[in-house]
């Protein structure tokens, strides 16, 4: 699937795209996922996604670490998912959960467009050490083969126009503690744009990205024990949507500082 790709005077990316997942209805979206192992697995998957409207989900969430899960996490998979999302949430917007295939496919123009978007919206993460906000981080998750994205847009003048989204990477979690042999689906960057905040768009994602990881550990190995962040602790609308939504301080690598690590545990991770 290849996007075509144009920015609007506000520096948005819209795009075109056949795949698409409907709020205010069920549809389905075929997630394929890159693997090391030999696997086809037919499965369906039922999401469902509960938005809080009153969150401003500008969220600052973001690690690029230089490490990759080594862990044959990416099982070939071709999964129906089912999204239901509350009532509440604005229905205009749509949602899409694109794997490493999948945006690798739209094409080297459009992750060069959407590397340049994130280090934009994040430009207030530059500087900070343990953050490494940077273009060449960006693009390396971005070129994963571990890694899973979600982008939240609405239709304009036949276009869709991307107005959120959410970019994560499998991890093994070794090369940060050696006793620590979890592997994580950790979030580098949340983001909506200011017009669709308080809406339930950042919600959603969230949920949509926990929710899959929880039915894929249902059909595949190893398992993914958490889903895993950093954020500014001290920005209490942050503090409030993550721990509101059952994350809690990483027992492991948790840190005391401003921009610390929280993670929430993922159902469906027994080994």
């Not at 009153?54 to 862990?71: L, R, W, Y």
């Not at 847009?153 to 503690?177: A, S």
């Not at 909506?192 to 929880?214: C, H, T």
Request: hydrophobic letters at 35%.
């Amino acid at each position: 699937m290849t996007d075509n790709v144009i920015l609007n005077e506000e520096n948005n990316i819209i795009l075109n795209t056949d795949a698409d997942i409907n709020t205010n209805a069920n549809a389905n979206v075929n997630v394929n996922i890159n693997a090391d192992a030999d696997i086809n697995t037919n499965a369906n998957v039922n999401v469902n996604i509960n938005a809080n409207a009153d969150i401003n989900t500008n969220a600052d969430v973001n690690t690029n670490a230089n490490t990759n899960a080594n862990a044959n996490a990416d099982a070939n998979a071709n999964v129906n998912v089912n999204v239901n999302v509350n009532a509440n949430a604005d229905v205009n917007v749509k949602y899409q959960f694109l794997s490493h295939k999948e945006l690798y496919q739209c094409g080297h123009s459009y992750l060069n467009t959407l590397t340049s978007q994130i280090y934009n919206d994040f430009k207030h993460f530059i500087g900070i050490k343990n953050l490494n906000h940077n273009k060449g981080g960006i693009m390396k998750t971005l070129s994963s083969p571990y890694n899973f994205f979600i982008r939240a847009y609405v239709e304009t003048n036949n276009k869709k126009q991307v107005i959120g989204y959410l970019l994560g990477e499998i991890m093994d979690l070794r090369p940060f503690d050696p006793t620590d042999k979890r592997i994580a689906a950790y979030i580098n960057y949340i983001f909506v744009n200011i017009n669709y905040r308080n809406k339930g768009v950042g919600g959603n994602m969230l949920d949509l990205a926990y929710n899959y990881f929880s039915q894929q550990n249902l059909i595949k190995d190893p398992k993914i024990d958490n889903i895993m962040l950093k954020f500014d602790t001290i920005d209490q609308t942050l503090y409030r949507f993550y721990t509101q939504r059952n994350f809690k301080k990483d027992y492991i690598l948790a840190s005391q500082s401003q921009y610390d690590t929280f993670s929430k545990q993922i159902k469906n991770n027994e080994k």
